[in-house]
């Protein structure tokens, strides 16, 4: 049972530090009854999570069928600081305003995937606050500025003449801190996060906690673009509070090579399901299409409840199959709500507005294959077909 713990646990990680540490942990579980702690951190620096983030969620909801209680770590102090992890400049000061809004929405969030039962919710201004500035000056003593600068991205914006701000050295120190505050036993993170994660070990040990966490990396997640990482900035992600129609569209239009990655980091399906899913389609037996189907309908389930993949699929057969729409039709995207009438300007379906008003009149307009007759309708966030008569498509993204 530990041996088949141990391969869930690893499913998708690129990196363990102290794998020993881990099995003892699942081994004393099993054998004692013995729980352990695993932190996440996510700093509030926007009000929504997108499917990336949720990579490292289902690696603790994995982590808490083996005996783990999550920390759940909100970095509500951190995130008025901002993450150099990346960054080629500093990186924009958020208020506490902003901070404790979005944090407000991450707690609403998570619990889709958690259990809440073994989830702790924790928010590192609760100590850091109390850290007060002779502990921060103590903190900043236990790591030197050339071992800082050993950082990939501190040192080519060192090399390059990129000013460092003072606080995004201490950063780190922060994001390690929080292990010593939370005693963790495992903490877990992207990729890009490694030299923060390893903080946490070095500060423990320097702190004297009595352990040292270990650390597992899970791989960023590709974005709907099959090249970048997920990300709101560049537009090619998935936000888990967009709609069920959406959701669904979007993950269809991924590659069936990028597919198999998704199943790994995202599904609750086995390795040993994804591998048969995989030898059917090289056998011939299941279409990718199918495959990638099911893959959606699993994910908008997990976020707008049982059922809800399966409508979205209906919907989506009906707008794509019925209403005959060509695969090569125009995309639009747009930051905010839009009226209809302007999205059909805006989209050039209509040369001027009062000519998509009399197409509306007319009944020759089609949002999603449904006839609207309606001047005031108003495209909220999601992915719409626009349609006017039988020859004229434009797709629009808000």
């Known amino acids: 049972m530990i041996e088949k713990a141990l391969k869930e646990i690893k499913r998708g990680c690129v990196e363990l530090i102290d794998e020993e540490r881990v099995i003892s942990l699942v081994k004393n579980f099993y054998e004692k009854g013995e729980t352990f702690t695993v932190k996440a951190g996510f700093d509030p620096t926007a009000p929504d999570l997108h499917l990336g983030h949720t990579v490292l969620l289902q690696k603790l909801k994995v982590f808490q069928k083996f005996g783990a209680k999550v920390q759940f770590l909100i970095g509500d102090f951190t995130a ?34 958690l259990d809440k039962e073994k989830t702790e919710v924790v928010f590192n201004s609760k100590w850091l606050d109390e850290l007060g500035s002779r502990g921060l000056l103590a903190l900043t003593t236990t790591f030197n500025v050339a071992r800082m600068l050993e950082r990939d991205d501190f040192e080519k914006r060192y090399k390059s003449n990129q000013p460092i701000a003072i606080s995004e050295f201490i950063y780190p120190l ?32 320097t702190y004297n ?54 199943y790994e980091l995202l599904s ?9 899913l995989k030898k059917a389609v090289e056998n011939g037996e299941l279409h990718p299409k199918k495959v990638k189907e099911d893959l959606a ?13 399966n409508s979205a699929k209906a919907e989506f057969d009906r707008v794509h199959k019925q209403n005959d729409i060509p695969s090569d039709i125009a995309e639009f995207r747009f930051d905010d709500k839009i009226g209809l009438i302007d999205a059909l300007f805006e989209t050039k379906l209509a040369n001027t507005k009062s000519e998509a008003r009399r197409h509306i009149k007319g009944g020759a307009v089609k949002i999603n294959g449904e006839k609207v007759d309606k001047f005031d ?15 004229k498509f434009a797709k629009v993204i808000i």
């Open 80 to 113: 008025q600081i901002g993450d150099p992890t990346g960054k080629s400049a500093t990186r924009k000061v958020l208020t506490p305003e902003d901070v404790a809004k979005n944090a407000e929405t991450y707690k609403e969030q998570v619990f889709k995937i």
């Open 268 to 276: 609750d399906k086995s390795l040993e399901e994804i591998e048969e």
């Open 174 to 205: 922060l994001q390690g801190y929080d292990s010593v505050a939370l005693k963790s036993d495992i903490e877990i993170g992207g990729t890009d996060q490694k030299f923060n994660l390893l903080m946490g070990r070095t500060l423990q040990r």
């Open 377 to 391: 309708i108003m495209l909220e966030s999601g992915e719409y077909i626009l349609q006017i008569g039988k020859r």
């Open 297 to 309: 309908i699993e994910i908008v389930d997990r976020f707008h409840g049982n059922g809800a993949g």
């Open 209 to 262: 906690v009595g352990k040292e966490q270990a650390v597992m990396m899970m791989p960023l997640l590709v974005g709907l673009d099959g090249v970048n990482k997920m990300s709101k900035s560049l537009g090619n992600y998935i936000g888990i509070t967009e709609d069920a129609n959406t959701i669904f569209a979007k993950v269809l239009s991924i590659s069936d090579e990028l597919m198999w990655n998704w």
